[in-house]
Nanobody
């Protein structure tokens, strides 16, 4: 009943930019933190950035100063603006949301299906 749908991935040259979007839909009562994770081939999934409903953000060190996470609470959407992309940013990027469904008291984690980002010349 809850879906997270990502968009905006693709192929970009080193130094280029991409903007990822993730929209949450369904029977949602409230959304707490939203975030982006990534998984490169042969590696574990890692946190990229998170943002609370109040706008507080956390970034992994490797993307600080290059990536910006933001959200539109009215649209239940989180964005990841990625500038200065490097080949090591190549990965599948996953959206994550900690949210409470209508009619429930507890929050749960939900994941999107992932969007591929390839940084290559």
């Amino acid at each position: 009943q809850v879906q997270l749908v990502e968009s905006g991935g693709g192929l970009v040259q080193p130094g280029g930019s991409l903007r990822l979007s993730c929209a949450a839909s369904g029977s949602i009562f409230s959304i707490n933190a939203m975030g982006w994770y990534r998984q490169a081939p042969g590696k574990q999934r890692e946190l990229v950035a998170t943002i609370t409903s109040g706008g507080s953000t956390i970034y992994t060190d490797s993307v600080k100063g290059r990536f910006t996470i933001s959200r539109d609470n009215a649209k239940n959407t989180v964005y990841l603006q990625m500038n200065g992309l490097k080949p090591e940013d190549t990965a599948v990027y996953y959206c994550n949301a900690d949210l409470t469904q209508m009619g429930r008291f507890d929050s749960r984690n939900y994941w999107g299906q992932g969007t591929q980002v390839i940084v290559s010349s």
